[in-house]
């Protein structure tokens, strides 16, 4: 009886412990493995399904799983960071977005890239996209590829 309630007095520290952490996420890889699992029954027209997992002031995380090519896009006061978790796909930056059109505040989006470098990317891979960088995710026929996007507002 002594050894539960020993128990039940960590558990409860650990309870307060999270509550003293305002703006603290621990997302552990059986949870991403949870979360792919979840969006691939989402995946709409555009081969694609989002999940929003935190705002954090400057900064915010999403999901993305993909099953076909994202569009071209362009984010002006936006950086973005890649943490790749599942599949393989080609990220296609800098260049031009072409038939660039306004989604959004500092948005652009298009069908394609002009004249941009193309990197290989696979689970582990991070990759860092400055503001004002055009960029494209890129999946091949019959793949699929899941990443987490860490946005930081730059302004």
Do not use: W
């Amino acid at each position: 009886m002594e050894c539960l309630a020993v128990m039940l007095l960590f558990a409860s520290m650990a309870d307060l412990q999270d509550a003293e952490l305002p703006g603290f996420m621990h997302l552990s890889n059986q949870a991403l493995e949870a979360l792919e699992g979840r969006l691939g029954p989402k995946i709409d027209q555009n081969n694609v399904a989002t999940e929003r997992l935190g705002n954090f002031g400057n900064h915010s995380l999403m999901a993305v799983h993909r099953r076909g090519d994202g569009e071209a896009e362009l984010h002006e006061s936006q950086a973005d960071t890649f943490i790749m978790k599942s599949g393989e796909a080609t990220l296609v930056v800098g260049g031009a977005v072409l038939d660039g059109r306004t989604t959004g505040v500092g948005e652009v989006r298009g069908r394609a890239i002009s004249g941009g470098e193309m990197k290989s990317l696979s689970p582990g891979d991070i990759v860092h996209i400055p503001a004002k960088m055009p960029h494209q995710v890129l999946v091949a026929p019959g793949k699929q590829v899941t990443y987490v996007i860490v946005k930081v507002d730059v302004k």
